[in-house]
């Protein structure tokens, strides 16, 4: 069962910026530190940040790329600028660690001129 939504991707050109949400249910929300993870073709999922008491980033997207938290939403946001044909990929939010039953579909982003 799909506990949350993701929401906000796109086709960008590089440099743009575009703002992810994942809407989760109140349960998870509460209970669990979330995460942004993502995957692109042919690769292994990998987590690009996260938000507990602090958050956390992959070197790749330090410093272009911001999560944060609306608990009153019960919704987590990726804000990703600077963006680059490296970041093409489908994003994906869970906990973390990552419970299986709680993949969504994704939101595509494909960065391109």
């Known amino acids: 069962q799909v506990q949350q939504v993701e929401s906000g991707g796109g086709l960008v050109q590089p440099g743009g910026s575009l703002r992810l949400s994942c809407a989760a249910s109140?349960?998870?929300?509460?209970?669990?530190?979330m995460a942004w993870y993502r995957q692109a073709p042919g690769e292994q999922r990998e987590l690009v940040a996260a938000?507990?008491?602090?958050?956390t980033y992959a070197d790749s997207v330090k410093g272009r790329f911001t999560i944060s938290r609306d608990n009153a939403k019960n919704t987590v946001y990726l804000q990703m600028n600077s963006l680059k044909p490296e970041d093409t990929a489908r994003y994906y939010c869970?906990?973390?660690?990552?419970?299986?039953?709680?993949w969504g579909q994704g939101t595509q982003v494909i960065v391109s001129s």
């Open positions: 109140r349960n998870i929300f509460t209970r669990h530190a």
């Open positions: 938000i507990t008491s602090s958050t």
């Open positions: 869970n906990t973390v660690p990552p419970i299986e039953a709680y």
